[in-house]
């Protein structure tokens, strides 16, 4: 597995013209964001001694990984708090990847009915109050890094409210599974999380 990250600021390695393509008409934003991550993205295959080629996107944006390979793109910020990474593994060794990055800010109050499910806000209603919001924010990556990891094999489209997620804060980690059917532990997945002063980023993997 190899990963790689980028700040503002970072050199970024050029489109190839497939990829320019894909953002050709975007705002400066999503231009930034979309070269960071295949800037993330071509690094890391390098490490697993991939050759650099276009890394396209699905019509639904999920990106068309290599053969043989598994991965995830995130970005978060805007300007001086811009920021992306990407991980990826091969697929003999792993079956899937879900990364995804926020800024280290709480969730806004009025969202977490939708991304809570009750026993996640019953975890974070008992936390002390500077932590809940920020714990919330971690639901809402974790449960997006999920979503990332679920969709290249099954296509399936998720809520919020679909996917359950218990956090063992002082562990660094997350258990995160689908809360509807088919409820079997195929996508149990494992998580870790880091947080800092700016970022949060959760990351799951499922395994071979
Ligand atoms: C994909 C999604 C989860 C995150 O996108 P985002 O908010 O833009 O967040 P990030 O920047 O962290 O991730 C974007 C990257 O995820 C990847 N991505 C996009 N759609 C994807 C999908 N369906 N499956 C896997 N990866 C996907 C792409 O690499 C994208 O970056 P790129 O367009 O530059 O290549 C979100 O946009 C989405 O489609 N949500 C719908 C479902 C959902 O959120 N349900 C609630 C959680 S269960």
Known sequence: MASVEVAFGAALTPLFDDEESLVARAVDKRRWEFRAGRHCARLALGELGMSAAPLLSSPDRAPIWPAGIVGSITHTGA???????????????????GLDAELAEPLAEGLWPRVLLP???????????????????????????FYKCQYPLTRRFLEFQDVEVRFELERNSFRARLQVAPKNDDFALAGQFAWGDELLVTAVELGV
């Open 79 to 97: 300007g001086s708090h811009a920021y992306a990474a990407a991980v990826v593994a091969r697929s003999d060794e792993v079956r899937a990847l």
């Open 119 to 145: 026993a996640e806000r019953a975890f974070v209603d008992a936390l002390p109050e500077p932590e809940r919001g920020l714990v919330a924010m971690l639901h809402f990556s974790a449960k997006e890094a």
